[in-house]
């Protein structure tokens, strides 16, 4: 695990991984950075464990730890393999579960017991039960047509699956694990009632509580509560539009009429330019909510994350007339991005909390010298364990017949991690026979790679490959032994990705083009690493060797984001202008060449986060009353200053959240009124006033 450190304040050691934990007593979402789909969340005691989707990649259906909300360990997976002996689940005969497998968990506790319940696409609803978080793990094929669930074990011992999209039913469950109850299911919400699908139930203090998302016209997240299991349900919006300024991603286009055929080259794809403004279901949307150790709630929801794909967000919750709304008392339904951590006062640590390095939840580098794979590693649907071994500090793969890489068995992936990272691996050669192909690869849709091809006698060719415009690119290299090191660098929160390649390990040249990455719902996942080998002449080939693969993160550590002490000219992303402090006693703005001191602003710290705006004539930034358009002043009182939550939106970018009404300064680019602090948070585009870009004023 990593050493405490603080991206908000002096640091014992830089992180080398995306960790939530700012070290300071908040935390900035997203909880991890790569991918985690369909998140539901279970405290027993003072332990918080946290399900999520894993589609066609094994081994199967994550498990992840946590103390304190923040800091997560992956600690099970509830099955190795499929235990399916069906073609599809194994990449043979040309049959796969792209877009299929084992998707949105339920994981509860009861008598000792954990249950895991999903649904696996052609078989039905399975569960997984074990005594020990770890494992191991019992499978009981329940089967029947339930799915995308939430369960309650009831206070009169009876369990309840909810499902539906819509129309949404309850079904009894047999307490034996061996399928639904005979004649149990009835409709609880019927159609109409704008209720979606990805169902969380809940008692909490006798009362029923659902909370299900719906996509159309576009993504909210909806509470349903009601006296009785069976109902009558009235349902709330409880959260809406908060895309932490992430619009939709360009989604993977198969023209109509086209037969989509997800492993061969040639496919006509399309990747449209995003709609920047759109929130479409990108915002904050499924996913469960738990109540923390000292009574506080909290939710978990999944938002999509650019070619990242879906993954994790912590949301605070403020209870109003008996409906769990995400958000903070005046500005419900929305939920900063960077806020304090749970057990924590305005940033100060609880008396009682767990002292917890700040970590993340994965090692996502591994030099491949242990006996067992790193935790992060999966495979592309279930391996052939006669085909892979670790030996002699390295991973050796078999080159199995396939045309193309999302065919290719054996494939052995794991989340990219974002919003910038490079993974680097050595590739050795030497076992190689004619018509293999071995590298480094995206597996997504569409898929892409940097690899060797192996032609005949001592005939190597290096070779790109993008699925997307099915192109491709011989690169002549000459070896100096028999081995090549292989890169791919992501720009992932703007969807872009490079190869690279280097015959030495030290210096590494570009290797085709740039690429445009994208999200899909063919697959459901984002973009993953791969490391494969195939045979394209169809028959059994060599092995290729794989070592030391490595994982940087060059925005791991956040130390810098935050401009405590700097003075800096504040540019507001809408209007291209500066902030400024009118001699009238207005926040106000002025022309972008302008550079005078009140434009300059010196940020304060006010620990954990905390910051005060002083101009550099001296006054302070304060409110005078509910944060409406003239409200932003200057004072030379330093008591009266409005203390702002730093929010930090990466590159320079950042939001202030005034803490004395929970909302975000900010000025519309139309209206040309002066500052105000009564924005709700970002848009999408992050151009409707309220987010910032620092540029340090040098002396």
Request: charged share 20%.
């Amino acid at each position: 695990m990593l050493a405490a450190a603080s991206c908000m304040g002096a640091a014992a050691q830089a992180p080398t991984t995306w960790t939530a934990d700012n070290g300071n007593g908040t935390f900035t979402n997203p909880l991890f950075y790569d991918e985690f789909s369909d998140p539901d969340i279970l405290r027993v005691g003072d332990d918080y464990y946290l399900a999520g989707t894993t589609m066609h990649s094994v081994p199967g259906l994550v498990i992840l730890h946590s103390r304190d909300l923040v800091n997560w360990e992956n600690v099970s997976y509830c099955f190795d393999r499929f235990d399916f002996t069906d073609d599809q689940f194994s990449l043979r005969n040309h049959k796969e579960i792209y877009g299929q497998g084992i998707w949105a968990p339920c994981i509860r506790y009861s008598g000792g017991t954990f249950y895991v319940f999903s649904n696996i696409n052609g078989k039905g609803l399975q569960c997984y039960t074990a005594t020990d978080i770890r494992g191991p793990w019992t499978h009981h094929n329940m089967r029947g047509n339930i799915y995308d669930l939430g369960v309650l074990f009831d206070d009169d011992g009876k369990i309840y699956a909810i499902h539906g999209y819509g129309e949404v039913k309850c079904t009894e469950l047999k307490a034996d694990m061996s399928g639904p109850v005979e004649g149990s299911e009835r409709v609880i919400i019927p159609n109409g009632s704008a209720v979606g699908e990805g169902h969380h139930m809940y008692k909490i203090d006798g009362r029923y509580y659902l909370i299900s998302t719906d996509y159309r016209p576009n993504g909210r997240t909806l509470c349903s509560r009601a006296d009785n299991i069976w109902g009558p349900y009235e349902t709330r919006v409880i959260t809406a539009d908060e895309t932490y300024g992430y619009h939709a991603a360009s989604l993977t286009q198969v023209p109509r009429g086209e037969q989509y055929r997800i492993g061969h080259d040639g496919t006509p794809f399309g990747l449209p330019d995003p709609d920047v403004n759109a929130t479409a279901c990108s915002n904050a949307h499924q996913g469960g909510i738990v109540q923390y150790k000292d009574g506080s709630w909290w939710a978990l929801f999944m938002q999509d994350f650019h070619s990242i794909g879906r993954t994790v967000c912590l949301m605070p919750m403020t209870w109003v007339d008996g409906w769990p709304m995400v958000g903070l008392e005046g500005n419900l339904g929305r939920a900063p991005r960077t806020w304090f951590k749970p057990g924590t006062q305005q940033g100060a640590e609880a008396a009682d909390a767990e002292a917890i390095m700040p970590h993340g939840p994965y090692v996502r580098s591994d030099d491949f010298n242990g006996k067992q794979l790193a935790r992060i590693w999966q495979w592309n649907h279930n391996p052939d364990d006669r085909k892979w071994a670790l030996r002699g500090g390295q991973l050796r793969l078999a080159a199995m017949p396939a045309e193309q890489l999302m065919w290719a068995r054996n494939s052995l992936t794991q989340r990219v991690t974002g919003p910038i990272s490079e993974a680097t691996v050595e590739l050795d050669i030497r076992g190689m026979k004619e018509g293999d192909v071995a590298g480094l690869g995206n597996i997504n849709v569409p898929c892409s790679w940097l690899g060797i091809v192996k032609g005949a006698k001592k005939d190597y060719t290096l070779r790109w490959f993008e699925q997307a415009t099915n192109d491709t690119v011989d690169i002549p290299v000459q070896l100096t032994g028999t081995r090549i090191w292989l890169r791919m660098k992501g720009l992932y929160d703007l969807d872009r990705a490079q190869y690279f390649y280097s015959t030495d390990g030290k210096t590494f040249v570009p290797a085709g083009r740039e690429m445009v990455l994208s999200y899909q719902l063919i697959t459901f996942q984002g973009s993953r690493h791969a490391l494969f080998a195939f045979n394209s002449l169809g028959r059994e080939g060599g092995y290729a060797l794989f070592d030391n693969f490595t994982v940087g993160e060059p925005r791991a550590d956040r130390s810098g984001n935050m401009p405590v002490g700097k003075t800096v000219r504040i540019i507001n992303l809408a209007t291209g202008k500066p902030m400024a402090a009118l001699p009238h006693g207005l926040m106000h703005d002025t022309h972008a060449r302008d550079n005078s001191a009140q434009t300059h602003f010196r940020m304060l710290n006010r620990g954990h986060g905390r910051v005060v705006l002083q101009c550099e004539d001296g006054r302070y930034v304060w409110v005078s009353g509910t944060g409406l358009p003239g409200d932003v002043r200057l004072t030379t009182d330093e008591a009266k200053a409005e203390v702002f939550l730093f929010q930090d939106y990466l590159e320079h970018e950042f939001m202030l959240m005034g803490l004395s009404n929970n909302r975000y300064i900010g000025k519309s680019p139309t209206t040309g009124s002066p500052y105000s602090m009564d924005y709700t948070g970002a848009d999408p585009a992050r151009k409707n006033g309220a987010v910032f870009k620092w540029v340090e004023v040098r002396e």
